[in-house]
């Protein structure tokens, strides 16, 4: 068997896998990328697998087949976790995109510590911080700039 066409394609996908990844900010085209580079690896694996044993002649195992199946068992395990973290990702962020995930633990406000003594306000959940508001001239605040304002209404803080 001539090895080159399926290796060529091999290669082939496993460029476009790897363009996939370096390029999308879509989590889950990014898994889509991932599953394309272990696709051709799946290739390689079963071609090197048939041009060994059509050149020795011998009665071997089919190991090519066999790692083959090993990484479609990785890849479903890859892609389990995969989904559940980028679902867990969107029900918090309401978004899948790449670039908006904060690697530093410090910068997510959910981390944040508050400080001792210091109560969380009521309907505020721990861990974040409330923005301290000003009064103005008319005795409206700062937070009240939303949609209450617009209605004409005052927040009364208490």
């Known amino acids: 068997m001539h090895a ?10 496993f460029g476009l896998g790897v363009y996939g ?3 999308r900010r879509n989590a889950i ?3 889509m990328a991932v599953e394309l580079m272990l696709n051709a690896v799946n290739l390689v694996f079963v071609t090197a697998d048939a041009t060994i044993r059509s050149t020795l002649d011998t009665g071997a195992q089919h190991a090519g087949a066999v790692f083959t199946l090993f990484v479609i068992v ?7 976790v995969g989904l559940a973290i980028v679902l867990q990702f969107y029900r918090l962020r309401a978004s899948v995109a790449v670039d908006a995930v904060e690697l530093d ?3 997510d406000p ?11 306000p009521a309907g505020v959940a721990a ?4 923005t301290a508001t000003t009064a103005t001239a008319s005795g409206t605040t700062a937070a009240d700039a ?9 927040n009364v803080s208490g």
Do not use: C
């Not at 080159?4 to 996908?13: K, Y």
């Not at 990785?74 to 389990?80: C, K």
């Not at 959910?110 to 969380?120: I, L």
């Not at 861990?127 to 409330?130: D, K, N, R, V, Y």
């Open 29 to 31: 085209l990014v898994l």
């Open 21 to 23: 990844v370096l390029r």
């Open 110 to 120: 959910t981390a944040a510590e508050t400080t001792a003594g210091e109560e969380t």
């Open 74 to 80: 990785l890849a479903a395990a890859e892609i389990g």
């Open 146 to 154: 939303g949609p209450d304002a617009a209605a004409g209404t005052e």
């Open 105 to 107: 633990p410090a910068a």
């Open 4 to 13: 080159v066409i399926p290796m060529v394609t091999a290669g082939l996908l």
């Open 127 to 130: 861990g974040t911080t409330a």
